[in-house]
């Protein structure tokens, strides 16, 4: 592990310091591999990164993923070519060897993207993660991490080449035709009308200590009046058939529609809450207006909603600071490690309804 970890150092300090002068004296187009293999937000959040490639360099750009997530990538005009693989990179490995990439950007920088840098034995540039600073704030809330936002992270990544951030924000296209989308949705849910205002909520994430509580659900969307339209996979269904019992303006998607689809209402949406979860992100590439609710993880993580510099929507953001416990992880747990989950019941739910409702006809 130490010697592979010693070798991808080398090969991207090496890069740093001669990778521009070799991409500038080509005189066919640059091509480009970029690798990010989860998950739904980490991957939009990487967006900037392909698009300021594909415009700034006129690269040929390449992105690899795991295959659940390649429907994210596909319909991108910023990226050329997405690869994916269902269980084993070796799936996909002799295949991306033969393209003879110019560069390798790693934005996962873990045993299998170093599995892929080493197999295609072109140089490469990779995120720092800053795993010893997250432990650092995790473990003895010692805070050392830079007041940067992932993205902007992300693009130092690739700043070497006279990179600059175009402030445009993150991108999310669908995967087909958005009137397609637009069908899967009025075919699942005829009642609903993107035309007129109401509420998304995202009610899932991947870890439960990033979900707002059920009964806090319930709380927040029986204090609106708008129509609010629950979002989630099949593992919310049995919690959103939970909150919109009894509340006739509720309407609950969850575990019926597809990605884009519940993007889609995000997109049309006149207002968004979520909690830290790739929905969030998706709403920012959006531009919407937004209620974000965080409960274990922090804002110094940097993976705040990430906004185009000009015109960004308002952003509320509500958090439990102060509280010894947080951050418990840099990702989530299945249950709070306490047992209060005091992060996310001790948070003002009427100023988060009051934010919701502010502005309303």
């Known amino acids: 592990m130490i010697f592979l970890v010693t070798m991808i150092r080398v090969l991207d300090e090496k890069f740093l310091s001669t ?17 990010r293999f989860s998950s ?22 390449h992105y690899l993923t795991k295959g659940r997530f390649k429907n994210l990538l596909v319909a991108n005009p910023n990226i050329d070519k997405v690869w994916s693989f269902e269980e084993k990179l070796e799936e996909v490995l002799p295949a991306l060897k033969a393209e003879k990439f110019d560069l390798i950007v790693d934005l996962h920088k873990n045993l299998r993207s170093m599995q ?16 010893f600073k997250k432990w650092l704030l995790v473990q003895l809330k010692i805070h050392r991490l830079p007041d940067k936002h992932i993205v902007d992270r992300y693009l130092e990544t690739i700043s070497h080449f006279g990179i600059q951030n175009d402030g445009k924000g993150l991108d999310y296209y669908f995967s087909k035709k958005e009137e397609a989308v637009a069908s899967e949705v ?48 099949p593992g919310e269904k049995e919690d959103g058939e939970v909150i919109a019992k009894d509340l006739p303006h509720i309407v609950n998607t969850c575990g019926h529609l597809s990605l884009d689809a519940s993007a889609f209402l995000v997109k049309h949406a006149w207002k968004v809450i979520s909690p830290d979860t790739g929905m969030m992100h998706i709403a920012a590439a959006f531009q919407k207006e937004l209620v974000s609710i965080w409960g274990n993880t922090v804002l110094e993580f940097g993976m705040t909603p990430y906004y185009a510099a000009e015109n960004p929507p308002a952003h509320a953001l509500f958090e439990m600071k102060g509280l010894s416990c947080r951050p418990c992880s840099k990702i989530g747990y299945e249950s709070c490690p306490k047992g209060h989950f005091n992060c996310m019941e001790q948070l003002p739910y009427p100023s988060i309804i009051e934010m919701l409702k502010k502005g309303a006809s």
């Open 19 to 35: 990778g521009f002068v070799y991409l500038a004296q080509k005189s066919n187009l640059v091509k480009i591999l970029i690798i």
């Open 40 to 61: 739904i937000g980490d991957i939009v959040l990487t967006t900037p990164v392909a698009r300021i490639l594909k415009n700034q360099q006129q690269a040929e750009v």
């Open 116 to 131: 892929v840098k080493m197999k295609l034995g072109v140089q490469s540039t990779s995120f720092d993660k800053l795993n």
């Open 186 to 233: 009025q075919r699942a849910f005829p009642n609903i009308q993107v035309d007129k205002p109401f509420i998304a909520f995202a009610i899932g994430a991947a870890h439960q200590t990033k979900r707002v509580p059920l009964h806090r659900c319930k709380e927040i969307a029986a204090g609106l009046s708008l129509p609010v339209i629950l979002l989630g996979g």
